[in-house]
């Protein structure tokens, strides 16, 4: 399987709006949603024309504190060795299914191509090359080792130690709409890991449908 990267939305709390009340507050001010014409569909309310103004300008002056009164929660799963460069961001909470307390549903992640280092830097990877090495066998003997060790008795929190970078790993990562933004804006750069990337661009995506003006002024204006 290839297809293991994942990104599910769990949860959210504000939208857009939150954002604009939240600057709005120090004016004494708060602003409302707008109907597109009478009586219509409550999916179809909207910010008005100031409103969306007022965000395009917090995310171009770099007034982030508004944005922090929106949340999201997403459940991701990928291998250990993207979660190690995704957790690095600040602000983001992350819980991740601890392998001292469970021994179940050992997965490990397999490309669907492997990609060719990059000549013209330390890091990154351009192309795709064979190899006849056998990443599968790497991955099958390990598990069978860290099956024998448990079997032999011992603890899940050692036994662990032979399981390789390619274990599929999963956690919950929440964080404000700021702290979002910030990360995939990093990450969704065509020069970060591939892997990494998908993880990213699957937030993205779902982060653009939550909170769409505020999404698009924050990636056209952050940093």
């Given amino acids: 399987m290839t297809n293991q990267i994942t990104a599910t939305y769990v949860d959210?709390?504000?939208s857009d709006l939150s954002v604009v009340n939240a600057a709005r507050v120090s004016f004494g001010k708060k602003s409302a949603l707008e109907e597109p014409f009478e009586d219509c569909d409550v999916s179809l309310l909207r910010l008005n024309k100031g409103d969306t103004k007022l965000i395009q300008y917090l995310a171009s002056h770099g007034h982030t504190s508004p944005f922090g009164h929106a949340f999201a929660s997403f459940?991701?799963?990928?291998?250990?060795?993207?979660?190690?460069?995704?957790?690095?961001?600040?602000?983001l909470r992350v819980n991740t299914i601890s392998r001292r307390y469970t021994t179940e549903n050992i997965e490990f992640?397999?490309?669907?191509?492997?990609?060719?280092?990059?000549a013209d830097k330390k890091q990154g990877s351009e192309g795709v090359v064979h190899t006849n090495a056998?990443?599968?066998?790497?991955?099958?003997?390990?598990?069978?080792?860290?099956?024998?060790?448990?079997?032999?008795?011992?603890?899940p929190e050692q036994a662990r130690m032979v399981l390789p970078q390619s274990l599929l790993t999963e956690f919950y990562w929440s964080g404000s709409?700021?702290?979002?933004?910030?990360?995939?804006?990093?990450?969704?750069?065509p020069d970060t890991q591939v892997e990494t990337q998908d993880v990213a661009w699957k937030i993205y995506h779902q982060m653009e449908d939550l909170f769409p003006v505020s999404w698009v002024a924050l990636m056209e204006e952050m940093y």
Avoid: I
């Fill in 12 to 14: 959210h709390m504000g």
């Fill in 75 to 91: 459940h991701c799963k990928c291998p250990l060795y993207v979660h190690a460069q995704l957790v690095k961001h600040k602000f």
């Fill in 109 to 118: 992640y397999t490309p669907a191509v492997w990609r060719g280092k990059s």
């Fill in 134 to 155: 056998d990443p599968d066998f790497v991955n099958h003997t390990a598990l069978r080792t860290y099956n024998e060790m448990l079997a032999d008795g011992v603890a």
């Fill in 177 to 189: 709409l700021d702290a979002f933004a910030s990360m995939c804006k990093l990450r969704c750069e």
